[in-house]
C-alpha cells in the first residue's frame, strides 16, 4: 500500500511556478502493477522520486507499508565516480543484501564486461541503465519503480529484462513510467494519469489508456478514475 495525503510539489519556473501535485490524497492497492502515463513534462519522474524518497514534497506526506526501490532508469541512482562493481557493493550494504551475491548477479545479469569494474563516468546512459536495472533485480522489493528502462540494450538483452521483471512480479507491484503502450500492456494492470497537478487512478489499465489519449489529443474523452 502506498498512500498520498494532501501531497503537494511545485518548482519555480521564471516568474511563476510548475505545479507536480495539488492537495493530492489518493491511496494505491497493494498487489497492483500501476502504469504511470501522462505528457512529457507532466512531473512523472518527480512524482517516482518523491514516491521513492529521493525528493521532498513541499507539504504533505507519502506514506507506506511495504519495501520500496529506487527510480530504476534514473541516473542519480550511481555515483559516476565509483566503478559499477562498487556501486553495487555500495547499494547492498544501504539495502541490507549480500554484497557478493548481488554484485555477482549484476555483473552476469547487465552484461558490461570490463567495465563493470570501470568508473560510471565512462558509462553510455544505457549501460548505466543496466547496472542499475540489474542491482533492483537483484534485491527483493515489494513495490519497483521503473522509469523508461525495459527497453535499454538489443533485442536479446531486453527479452532478458522483460522475463526477469516479469519473475519479480509474480511477488511484487510496479509503478512503471513508459510512453510504450505496449510496454505497459505487457506489465500493468492498473493504470495512473498525471495531468495538471492532478492524479487519477484506473482499476482498468485500458481507461487509463484512454484518458491519457485523450489528454494527448488522440482521442474522445472517457471516464474519469478516482484522484
Given at each position: ?108 545479469f547487465a552484461e558490461l564486461g570490463q567495465h563493470f569494474?570501470?568508473p560510471v563516468r565512462s558509462y553510455s546512459s544505457g ?101
Amino acid at each position: 500500500m502506498i498512500r498520498f495525503e494532501h501531497l503537494h510539489k511545485s518548482f519555480r519556473i521564471g516568474a511563476g511556478r510548475k505545479i507536480i501535485v495539488q492537495d493530492l490524497d489518493l491511496t494505491l492497492p497493494t498487489g497492483r502493477s500501476l502504469a504511470l502515463l501522462g505528457r512529457n513534462g507532466a512531473g512523472k519522474s518527480t512524482l517516482l522520486q518523491m514516491v521513492a524518497g529521493t525528493i521532498r514534497p513541499d507539504s504533505g506526506r507519502i506514506v507506506s507499508d511495504g519495501t520500496i526501490s529506487w527510480p530504476v532508469g534514473l541516473g542519480g541512482a550511481v555515483h559516476r565516480d565509483l566503478t559499477g562493481a562498487q556501486n553495487i557493493r555500495f547499494i547492498a550494504r544501504i539495502y541490507g543484501v549480500d554484497t557478493e551475491q548481488l554484485a555477482a548477479f549484476v555483473e552476469d545479469f547487465a552484461e558490461l564486461g570490463q567495465h563493470f569494474h570501470m568508473p560510471v563516468r565512462s558509462y553510455s546512459s544505457g549501460m548505466r541503465s543496466r547496472l542499475t536495472f540489474g542491482a533492483a533485480m537483484g534485491i527483493r522489493f515489494d513495490t519497483y519503480l521503473v522509469d523508461e528502462v525495459t527497453s535499454v540494450g538489443d533485442a536479446a538483452f531486453r527479452r532478458k529484462s522483460r522475463a526477469v521483471f516479469h519473475e519479480r512480479m509474480k511477488a511484487s507491484s510496479a509503478i512503471m513510467v513508459s510512453h510504450d503502450m505496449a510496454t505497459v500492456r505487457a506489465f500493468c494492470d492498473s493504470g495512473l494519469v498525471l495531468e495538471q497537478g492532478q492524479l487519477w487512478y484506473f482499476d482498468d489499465l485500458e481507461e487509463a489508456i484512454a484518458l491519457h489519449r485523450q489528454l494527448m489529443g488522440d482521442t474522445p474523452a472517457p471516464r474519469r478514475g478516482r484522484r
